[in-house]
């Protein structure tokens, strides 16, 4: 069974940062490109960011370039967000997953998400 567990998210101040993790088992991560989606208060989903099998590749939403990095270490099975300069609109639930991402709705595997909360 496939199994993605974001960690790392949490209450930080405008101009803070966070580190995101996203834990895999059941399967090999350095097979799949794997993807950050978040989803605000009251908002739809909306695309993060993208990272392909060998890192060699990455893309941002217009939003968040600049501020956040994606990584993985296929090693450790893990996907990490690098979120820096946290602004208030970035407050939202965030998903990592190795399914795709069509029309605003996820499918395949996704897992439970973790929430960011950006407030003074």
């Known amino acids: 069974e496939v199994q993605l567990v974001e960690s790392g998210g949490g209450l930080v101040q405008p101009g803070g940062s966070l580190r995101l993790s996203c834990a895999a088992s059941g399967f090999n991560l350095s097979t799949s490109p794997m993807r950050w989606v978040r989803q605000a208060p009251g908002k739809g989903l909306e695309w993060v960011s993208t990272?392909?099998?060998?890192?060699?590749?990455?893309s941002y939403a217009d939003s968040v370039k600049g501020r956040f990095t994606i990584s993985r270490d296929n090693a450790k099975n893990t996907l990490y967000l690098q979120m820096n300069s946290l602004r208030p609109e970035d407050t939202a639930v965030y998903y990592c997953g190795s399914g795709t991402f069509i029309r605003g709705r996820r499918y395949g595997d996704w897992g439970q998400g973790t929430q960011v909360t950006v407030s003074s």
């Open positions: 990272i392909n099998r060998d890192s060699s590749s990455t």
